[in-house]
């Protein structure tokens, strides 16, 4: 049997995703939304989001429910990123700077997990 396909039960047993096509692809939608980001900063900040979301669950970080590390960082401030989305859905009053430190948040915490968890400023986000 050779030791380079799946095994077992699983379908997925023994591969893993292609993280330098997913990279590619989260710095292309990165770039859209920092050009998008000067036209209305609300709707960038729900982009990232939904990218910050995508890229959770292709790193196979629970970032919601039981399974959701109360202490990782990460969770934490995705959190509440969501917290000030739904106030600003909401029109629910907003510190004047909410919005765009949530989105600097946001690309925080992106920049750290496509580094591979390195905390650094090089990773072009």
């Not at 109360?70 to 859905?89: C, F, K």
């Not at 907003?94 to 948040?105: I, K, S, Y």
Request: hydrophobic letters at 40%.
């Amino acid at each position: 049997m050779s030791d380079q396909a799946p095994g077992g039960d699983a379908p997925d047993v023994g591969l893993t995703p292609d993280i330098g096509l997913s990279l590619h692809e989260w710095a292309t939608r990165w770039q859209q939304i920092e050009d998008d980001r000067s036209d209305d900063l609300g709707e960038s900040l729900e982009v990232a989001a939904e990218l910050l979301d995508d890229i959770l669950a292709e790193l196979h970080i629970p970032a919601t429910g039981a399974e959701a590390p109360a202490t990782e960082d990460v969770i934490e401030a995705r959190r509440q990123i969501g917290d000030v989305l739904e106030r600003r859905r909401n029109d629910q009053p907003l510190a004047g700077d909410e919005v765009a430190d949530a989105f600097d948040e946001a690309r925080r915490v992106i920049s750290y997990l496509v580094s591979g968890r390195v905390e650094s400023d090089e990773t072009g986000f």
